[in-house]
């Protein structure tokens, strides 16, 4: 359904050319989820928001590559047409639920604004469908919390607000960036739940970004880790885990606890990510990779198929 | 169990925040928010006893009473067998210096305006006065001690990353040999990568200055890979306290049964499970009388048909805190010996 091929996403700025997105193409099925994992400034989050058209402008822009919705090119869009797509077939949850809501419009208007804009339903039958929405996120007294502003909710059901928003015009695709990270574990837990059941009732197809692997192994069929721009490994989500391939998807599994594990003492991957406006000249993981040898200098490897779907970009796999 | 005096001993300590009547008057209103409702432990020498919870469950609170930087309601705080509301002159000295902290966020803990030689210098200065010489020894020792080389002294805090500046803030704990350090939620600030790098020197610190921590965080993950003990908070009351292992193995209150279920990568909660526990936490302005988890409790919401007297305990009756076994306590009516 949605298919990412090449993407560059450049930025430009006094320092010169930042390439934060490099080379980066998935593919994402209706009813499926991929996670995106990887350090903060890898360019997850600029990849999620070129596929809606919202990266940073003017100080980055798509420079090559191509973004199809069901075989459908969404880049040469117009702002129009764009707007329709951004409404009516993908979605987005943004981090901080705090911030995403409009503090001076009542949680009944905000839910109900993509029902009227994209589903052109009139005032009463949005507010029965808001009140129906807000009832599935477990929000108590729906018909009345309704009038309430975001100040009256607590931080765990202003998230299940914004998320009451992002599905209520029936979207295609979600994309859900660290959609928990501000939760409580608890509310955590059903809010994941509740993801789950609106995705098996509708094939809701979902693009999920995150470092937390415990949520990855929950809710991921497909993971793809990225490092400095460009995606290092990809594979169904169990394979991945338990037997990645690539120094990168190791360190990383390695060097986060999980309470699963207990207290087995923890690697951590020694020094810090390239900068993007000065990548290294072969593989971008090089100067932190413990198993770096003369060629992964020289130039890029190859991405290497492993198993069924699954494969990685290090020169130890050919 | 007997064991050594405590290094630290919190005693049903409360901590009541007047609220409402407005910001001009603060206090006028006759509400009260229960923030801490009665918390009571020991902290042991080098051990690390972690307080955790959801945002607003009072751990936070109880470090900042135990720093004595807010005064209790009620209850006390006992170093080395003194109450430390009644401290003063040296023996205040004396403990501002033993008990440390490190904060959440390294980008507002370290004066922006000092360079990272005189952030760690400051308590150093404040407190044992020593030779221009013998101050840089020392500075250059705590950098080495936090893995940093004497190059940074000069930078100032925002050349830094969040890793090295969390490395600063604990360099600056470490100056004045404290027996106790306080951390509260230590690296959740901190990108992913750079986590493991902060959790492993404050566990190699431990080792080698044989200190306690009080470790304040939400993340179980980290709390397990740190924790000797821990004790589990929630509306301002404990829960549960327990080794660990054993918390981690065999929780018994059903809060800590959520809590855990939800961190692990393995258990997906069910749609029913999931809607009692999004159901949100009650008030601490009006706390339940009974169990403060009753209404999102799975084994009370099932007693309310099945066992109606069960039910009514835990609606009316505030559960104590019972040792089930040896170090393992839990407040929850099903392991209540009177029933």
Redesign the interface.
């Known amino acids: 359904m949605l298919e990412v091929t090449n993407l560059k996403v450049h930025f430009t700025t006094r320092q010169g050319t930042g390439r934060a997105v490099d080379g980066v193409s998935f593919h994402l099925d209706r009813g499926e989820t991929l996670g995106l994992v990887g350090?903060?400034g890898c360019g997850k989050s600029i990849t999620a928001l070129s596929i809606i058209g919202l990266h940073p402008r003017p100080a980055s822009r798509i420079v090559s590559g191509e973004i199809e919705l069901d075989g459908e090119s969404i880049l040469t869009l117009s702002k129009r047409e764009m707007r329709k797509v951004r409404g009516e077939r993908i979605s987005m949850i943004l981090q901080d639920p705090l911030t995403s809501l409009n503090p001076v419009l009542t949680i009944g208007k905000q839910v109900g604004e993509p029902l009227r804009l994209h589903r052109n339903m009139d005032k009463a039958a949005s507010r029965n469908r808001v009140i129906e929405l807000l009832r599935q996120?477990?929000i108590?007294e729906p018909e009345t919390k309704l009038d309430d502003h975001p100040h009256q909710f607590?931080?765990?059901?202003r998230q299940?607000v914004v998320g009451a928003i992002s599905l209520a015009a029936d979207p295609d695709l979600l994309i859900a960036d660290e959609p928990t990270t501000a939760l409580?574990?608890?509310?955590?837990?059903?809010?994941?739940?509740?993801l789950?059941?609106v995705q098996r009732a509708r094939g809701l197809a979902i693009l999920f970004i995150t470092?937390d692997?415990?949520?990855?192994?929950?809710m991921c069929d497909r993971v793809a880790v990225m490092y400095a721009g460009k995606i290092v490994e990809t594979g169904p989500t169990a394979e991945l885990l338990s037997s990645p391939q690539h120094p990168y998807t190791k360190a990383?599994l390695e060097?986060?606890?999980?309470?699963?594990?207990?207290?087995e003492?923890?690697?951590?991957?020694g020094g810090?990510p390239p900068s993007i406006y000065d990548l290294p000249k072969g593989c971008t993981f090089e100067p932190r990779c413990s198993y770096a040898m003369d060629r992964c200098r020289e130039s890029y490897p190859l991405q290497f198929d492993i198993g069924d779907d699954h494969s990685a970009s290090c020169w130890l796999l050919e | 169990m007997s064991r050594p005096d405590p290094i630290i001993g919190v005693r049903d300590l409360k901590k009541h925040f007047p609220v409402g009547g407005g910001t001009l008057l603060p206090g006028r209103g006759k509400k009260l928010l229960h923030a801490v409702d009665g918390v009571t432990f020991n902290l042991h020498a080098r051990e690390t006893l972690s307080l955790v919870g959801?945002?607003g469950s009072g751990k936070t609170t109880t470090a900042r009473m135990i720093l004595r930087l807010i005064t209790p309601t009620s209850g006390r705080v006992v170093f080395e067998g003194e109450d430390v509301a009644d401290l003063s002159g040296a023996r205040l000295k004396h403990f501002r210096a033993s008990v440390q902290a490190v904060f959440q966020d390294p980008w507002s803990s370290l004066n922006p305006r000092k360079r990272a030689a005189s952030i760690i210098a400051e308590p150093l200065v404040i407190n044992q006065p020593l030779p221009k010489a013998e101050l840089q020894a020392r500075v250059e020792e705590l950098l080495a001690a936090v893995g940093l080389g004497p190059a940074v002294m000069r930078h100032y805090p925002h050349e830094f990353?969040g890793g090295m500046r969390q490395r600063i803030a604990v360099a600056r704990a470490l100056a004045l040999n404290p027996s106790v350090i306080i951390l509260d939620e230590p690296v959740s600030a901190l990108?992913?990568?750079?986590?493991?790098?902060i959790?492993?020197l404050l566990?190699d610190l431990q080792e080698t200055f044989h200190i306690s921590y009080l470790l304040i965080a939400?993340d179980?993950?980290?709390v397990?890979?740190l924790s000797d003990r821990v004790a589990v908070m929630y509306l301002g009351r404990l829960v549960e306290v327990a080794p660990?292992?054993e918390l981690?193995e065999n929780p018994l209150h059903p809060y800590t049964q959520?809590?855990?279920?939800?961190?692990?990568?393995?258990?997906?909660?069910?749609?029913e499970?999931?809607?009692l526990?999004?159901?949100?936490?009650p008030s601490p302005v009006k706390p339940p009388s009974g169990c403060a988890f009753y209404a999102?409790c799975p084994v009370s919401v099932a007693a309310k048909s099945d066992d109606p007297t069960f039910y009514e305990r835990t609606v009316t009756e505030r559960p104590g805190l019972i040792e089930v076994r040896p170090g393992h306590l839990v407040a929850c009516h099903q392991f209540d010996p009177k029933d």
């Open positions: 350090e903060s996120l477990h108590p607590s931080g765990g059901m299940r409580d574990v608890t509310i955590q837990a059903a809010f994941l739940a509740h789950k059941a470092h692997f415990s949520i990855i192994a929950k990383l060097s986060v606890p999980s309470v699963d594990r207990g207290t003492r923890l690697n951590s991957i810090s | 959801e945002s990353s990108d992913v990568s750079i986590r493991a790098q959790m492993n566990r939400h179980l993950a980290t397990r890979y660990s292992e981690f959520a809590l855990i279920a939800g961190s692990r990568s393995t258990t997906m909660v069910d749609e499970a999931a809607r526990l999004a159901s949100d936490i999102r």
